[in-house]
């Protein structure tokens, strides 16, 4: 069983961290081992095998399940909140490739090293749309280094969508591991509304997991604004990457 990373309040990457054991309902507590001896002789029906970490409060509140896990859902059924949010759409990627690109004739066109900014599509006339009513729509991409396939496909396409409205910036992974980011993809609507991706080892979108959980959110919301932070707009990020290869 895999674990994956749920959130920390540490500014520096060292402990206190909460994990999830995948496919369980278990956390993994990671803190400072107790070894005040007074403390020690306090715990109760201790055994053996176990050993004991202090964390933070806030880091529970933040971040530990206050629910029951909730069901997957298709995308589809959550995609008219982009016609229907109020204020902001926001999305992190953290991915190095997705399947919804490399099965598309737009990528064939970029291997062919074709111009895929300026072609129109659906996305892109949405986003003007919403955009022309005040509503915006943000995204923080991680790139690794040297950027994969899919990650410069992404490059190319996103000025497209630069160019339609949309705010895109893009984020070393190193970077973002340092902050702490989450390792999974996220959109988050109004701050309120948090969608969840799964995908399988092949990058293939399986469904979302829809949540208006307040500590969920909120730890969405923290990691939106580190990333935005520290991330660097695609057109300034591109040519870093092109003076490099």
């Known amino acids: 069983m895999t674990l994956r ?49 202090t964390v933070p409060r806030d880091l529970l509140v933040r971040f530990a399940p206050r629910s029951a896990p909730r069901d ?22 953290t991915r190095r490739g997705y399947a919804s690109d490399r099965g598309t004739p737009k990528w064939e066109r970029w291997q062919r090293g074709e111009d895929i900014a300026a072609e129109e599509n659906e996305w892109r006339v949405n986003v003007r749309e919403q955009t022309k009513r005040g509503k915006r729509f943000e995204r923080v991409r991680l790139v690794d280094d040297p950027p994969t396939e899919g990650q410069r496909f992404l490059l190319d396409s996103g000025l497209g969508n630069v160019a339609a409205g949309e705010d895109i910036r893009n984020l070393p992974r190193a970077e973002a591991e340092q902050l702490g980011l989450p390792n999974w993809d996220f959109w988050l609507f109004d701050s309120r509304v948090l969608i969840r991706f799964v995908f399988d080892e092949q990058d293939t979108t399986l469904g979302v997991i829809v949540s208006e959980d307040p500590a969920e959110v909120l730890a969405a919301c923290q990691a ?3 990333a935005w932070h520290h991330a660097v707009l695609t057109a300034e990020f591109q040519k870093r990457v092109r003076s490099t290869m």
Request: glycine share 6%.
């Open 5 to 53: 990373f749920i959130g920390t309040t540490s500014d520096n990457g060292d402990c206190p961290t909460l994990y999830e054991v995948e496919g369980t309902d278990d956390i993994l507590v990671q803190g400072d081992r107790v070894t005040d001896p007074s403390h020690l002789a306090e715990l109760r029906d201790v055994k053996e095998a176990e050993t004991f970490v």
């Open 72 to 93: 997957m859902i298709p995308f589809a059924e959550v995609t008219h909140l982009f016609r229907e949010f109020k204020h902001t759409a926001w999305r992190l990627e």
């Open 224 to 226: 939106r604004d580190a």
